[in-house]
């Protein structure tokens, strides 16, 4: 499979008055044409700085990209100039973000806004581009889509609305859609129709998906390669259908372990103990040592590197770091 | 059905049937007039409770589960007396507290019945410090002497939740949002409360923290006898955490049973959708579930759909659906549904 997008070494630091926050902290990540990654973290981990960073949408001033490439096929996104930005957004790279009532305009239709989007990156007239967003709204299941592109956000459900993010994400047929959080304000019942509706998409339309969420059942619904991030850092990649049965690293396990289940045969759940450390006062060594339950005096010294076990997946640990020495 | 019909019948103030009930709601409804116009004039209500019938057990973990706009943080905002209900009864240990005033509530349930909200954050006072946040309900229900025995009190809380009685002095913006949480929940034990109210108490929370919390609270519980009601949209969560568990759509309850029967054999086609909606984390060789994906969103609460409110969405709807409110009634033991399926 060709490689769509090559992220290597990415830095994204925040400058504050007394300290320097690492939010993304060395991340590599290869994504290929017509393959859905998820970006797997909780709060503070990096993921959704990540995604930013990809967009050109690093906050500022306080965040930049200090070092790292960021490759979209042949095009290094950290070195174009806003203007050039502006035309790869939206229409090479699109993103939906979790609350889409805060993402459209409340004073623009739903109509306008996905004709802006098509004339702008399509220089279509206005007529052909009426014409393709009612498309389009039909395409991501609205029935009465010449009626919907009259309305405003405000009369749309969040379900409803979320569809038309999609739609206006898919508008300019994008080679990689960013998905942050894209599920997680939607009921189940809602949530169970979008997720069908982006592996319908992704297929016909053989687009790419980072999908970027805290939720593991959303992620083995969607995804066909895990990358779990805790502190900036990528502890564990893995494919999808071995790292629920079998993660390497202690925080993958233990995230796994925390989630309740539907059959509900765990008495007590597992919990991590602690918090994720603050990203101004990191630790030396490992940065999940004082939350891990089988660090040894390595962890707290050094810094494991992200180790590739077999050609699928890697981890970084010391503990198996060892088991590689002894064979 | 047949306890409730039996104590209602009776006089509520007979100690019958309702005796082992902590807590009894007896077809309660909640509607918001909808106003409009330069006179603001009701033009219309929102039905966001509609006629709900509820008895939860001394000691056990109730959950209510349902998409949001199905009723389930009105009905439980309604049980306390934050809303005032528009009918119904609710009884606390056999007391009717539907028309009570505050007053005669302060004496009665706000002690006994507490609160956890899902945003910590906005729920604690920014300018006030910890410890002055948990002394307040001490102060209000004058149960300690004076400043030191509240203050030993406040610290005592604070480890029983986990949280270092150092804190004390610190501001809520100094904490973590699990931090936070367990800050909300010494709160609501600070009255010693024999029935607490769980709004999505865990949602806002990461997993790992997420299931801190769930811990706590089932520890809390065995520790200190509490009765939960536990509302929320997680349907793991709930099955965690729950001993019963009904099903919330639109104001009403479509489906109520001990949580092993609901999630093994769910009866009601919303609760089969609803459940097989959630995604969940696969492990290698399991099957795909199949999965009910229903069509549209919930309907206006404020004009529901006649006969069964859900029979704009369910796959199996009939025609008497369109017509005929179903009765909510005993399918199998302790099973309870209001589906014409099983009429």
């Given at each position: 499979m060709a490689s769509l997008l090559n992220i290597e070494n990415l830095k994204t630091y925040f400058f504050q008055k007394k300290h320097v926050v690492p939010a993304v902290d060395g991340v590599d990540l290869k994504l290929n044409k017509g393959e859905t990654v998820a970006l797997v973290g909780e709060s503070g981990s990096g993921k959704s700085m990540t995604s930013l960073s990809i967009m050109g949408l690093v906050p500022k001033p306080g965040g930049e990209i200090v070092d790292g490439k960021i490759m979209l096929e042949d095009i290094n996104l950290t070195e174009l100039s806003e203007d050039d930005m502006c035309k790869v957004r939206g229409k090479e790279i699109s993103m939906i973000f979790q609350e889409p009532m805060t993402s459209l305009n409340p004073v623009l239709t739903i109509g306008e806004q996905l004709v802006e989007v098509i004339t702008y990156h399509q220089g279509v007239n206005r007529a052909s581009a009426v014409e393709k967003a009612i498309e389009l709204l039909?395409?991501?299941?609205?029935?009465?889509?010449?009626?919907?592109?009259r309305d405003y956000p405000h009369r749309l459900s969040g379900g409803m609305r979320q569809r038309v993010m999609i739609a206006m994400a898919m508008s300019c047929n994008p080679k990689l859609l960013i998905a942050d959080e894209p599920t997680t304000a939607l009921d189940v019942t809602i949530?169970?129709?979008?997720?069908?509706?982006?592996?319908?998409?992704?297929?016909?339309?053989?687009?790419?998906?980072?999908?970027?969420?805290?939720?593991?059942?959303?992620?083995?619904?969607?995804?066909?390669?895990?990358i779990v991030?805790?502190?900036?850092?990528?502890?564990?990649?893995?494919?999808i259908d071995?790292?629920?049965?079998?993660?390497?690293?202690?925080?993958?396990?233990?995230?796994?372990?925390?989630?309740?289940?539907?059959?509900?045969?765990?008495e007590r759940l597992y919990s991590i103990k602690g918090n994720v450390p603050s990203p101004d006062s990191l630790p030396k060594g490992c940065r999940f040592a004082s939350r891990c339950n089988k660090v040894f005096g390595r962890c707290l010294e050094e810094k494991p590197q992200l180790k590739s076990i077999s050609n699928s997946r890697s981890v970084r640990c010391f503990l198996y770091d060892d088991e590689e020495e002894v064979e | 059905m047949d306890v409730n019909v039996l104590s209602e019948k009776e006089n509520v103030k007979s100690k019958g049937p309702g005796e082992d009930f902590i807590l009894e709601v007896k077809n309660?409804?909640?509607?918001?007039?909808?106003?409009?116009?330069?006179?603001?004039?009701?033009?219309?209500?929102?039905?966001?409770?509609?006629?709900?019938?509820?008895?939860?057990?001394?000691?056990e973990t109730f959950g209510i589960v349902g998409e949001s706009g199905c009723g389930k943080s009105t009905a439980g905002r309604?049980?306390?007396?934050?809303?005032?209900?528009?009918?119904?009864?609710?009884?606390?240990?056999?007391?009717?507290?539907?028309?009570?005033?505050?007053?005669?509530?302060?004496?009665?349930?706000?002690?006994?019945?507490?609160?956890?909200?899902?945003?910590?954050?906005?729920?604690?006072?920014?300018?006030?410090?910890?410890?002055?946040?948990?002394?307040?309900?001490?102060?209000?229900?004058?149960?300690?002497?004076?400043?030191?025995?509240?203050?030993?009190?406040?610290?005592?809380?604070?480890?029983?939740?986990?949280?270092?009685?150092?804190?004390?002095?610190?501001?809520?913006?100094?904490?973590?949002?699990?931090?936070?949480?367990?800050?909300?929940?010494?709160?609501?034990?600070?009255?010693?409360?024999?029935?607490?109210?769980?709004?999505?108490?865990?949602?806002?929370?990461d997993v790992s923290i997420q299931s801190q919390i769930i811990n706590l609270m089932k520890d809390l519980q065995e520790k200190f006898n509490l009765t939960y009601i536990f509302i929320s949209h997680d349907l793991s969560v709930v099955r965690h955490i729950s001993d019963r568990v009904a099903v919330?759509?639109?104001?009403?309850?479509?489906?109520?049973?001990d949580k092993d029967s609901l999630y093994s054999e769910p009866l009601h086609p919303y609760s089969k959708a609803l459940l097989s909606a959630v995604p969940v984390p696969k492990k290698k060789g399991e099957e795909q579930r199949e999965r009910i994906v229903l069509e549209g969103d919930i309907p206006n609460p404020a004009n529901p759909p006649k006969g069964c409110v859900f029979h704009t969405r369910c796959p199996v709807a009939m025609d008497v659906c369109k017509e005929v409110v179903p009765t909510f009634k005993e399918e199998k033991p302790n099973h309870y549904v209001a589906c014409h399926l099983y009429n």
């Open positions: 039909q395409i991501v299941g609205f029935s009465r889509a010449e009626e919907i592109i949530q169970a129709q979008i997720l069908e509706l982006l592996k319908n998409l992704t297929k016909e339309f053989d687009t790419s998906i980072l999908l970027i969420t805290h939720d593991l059942g959303v992620v083995s619904e969607l995804a066909e390669r895990v991030m805790y502190a900036g850092e990528i502890v564990e990649e893995a494919p071995e790292i629920f049965d079998e993660p390497y690293h202690p925080y993958t396990e233990g995230l796994i372990k925390s989630v309740p289940t539907l059959t509900g045969e765990i | 309660l409804k909640k509607y918001f007039p909808i106003k409009d116009g330069i006179l603001q004039k009701t033009v219309g209500h929102v039905k966001a409770v509609d006629g709900l019938n509820l008895n939860i057990k001394k000691g309604t049980i306390i007396r934050l809303n005032k209900p528009t009918e119904g009864k609710i009884l606390y240990k056999g007391e009717d507290i539907t028309k009570a005033s505050e007053n005669q509530l302060r004496k009665s349930i706000r002690k006994d019945i507490q609160m956890i909200f899902q945003d910590p954050f906005a729920s604690l006072n920014p300018r006030k410090t910890l410890g002055k946040t948990l002394m307040e309900p001490l102060e209000a229900h004058q149960l300690y002497k004076n400043k030191k025995e509240r203050m030993d009190r406040v610290k005592e809380l604070l480890d029983v939740v986990g949280l270092d009685p150092s804190y004390f002095t610190r501001y809520p913006h100094e904490f973590s949002g699990g931090q936070r949480q367990r800050i909300g929940i010494a709160r609501a034990l600070a009255l010693n409360p024999e029935l607490i109210i769980a709004d999505e108490a865990v949602s806002a929370l919330m759509y639109l104001g009403n309850l479509m489906e109520l049973a």
